[in-house]
Nanobody
């Protein structure tokens, strides 16, 4: 089974930046689609950004222009650079992936992901 471990979460003031990392334990994952998803207290899990093997990235409207998703296929590492953070960005962030090529690589496809990390908490204070 593919296993992901997220890191980089913590507390930061609004307007600040955080960089999250997701490492696949086997250092060999080259799957169809990887992405970041988040879940805030009392909210359903939502997509943040996805990136395909070819580097094509798609962002949720709420983070477009502020977040950047990056994928290092050689090292099997997924990154999320988060800038100009807002209090509403507070959530547990999860990395996820799917090998299923028929699944659209898009933040809306939260139910199409097959592998999930345990998450890392990002708390933005105002």
């Amino acid at each position: 089974q593919v296993q992901f471990v997220e890191s980089g979460g913590g507390s930061v003031q609004a307007g600040g930046s955080v960089r999250l990392s997701c490492i696949e334990s086997g250092h060999k994952y080259r799957g169809h689609c990887m992405g970041w998803f988040r879940q805030a207290p009392g909210k359903e899990r939502e997509g943040v950004a996805t990136i395909g093997r070819d580097g094509t990235a798609v962002y949720a409207v709420s983070v477009k222009g502020r977040f950047t998703i990056m994928r290092d296929n050689a090292q099997s590492i997924l990154y999320l650079q988060m800038n100009r953070l807002k209090p509403e960005d507070t959530a547990t962030y999860y990395c996820a992936a799917t090998d299923e090529v028929w699944v659209r690589c898009h933040p809306d496809e939260v139910y199409g992901m097959d592998y999930w990390g345990k998450g890392t908490l990002v708390n933005i204070s105002s």
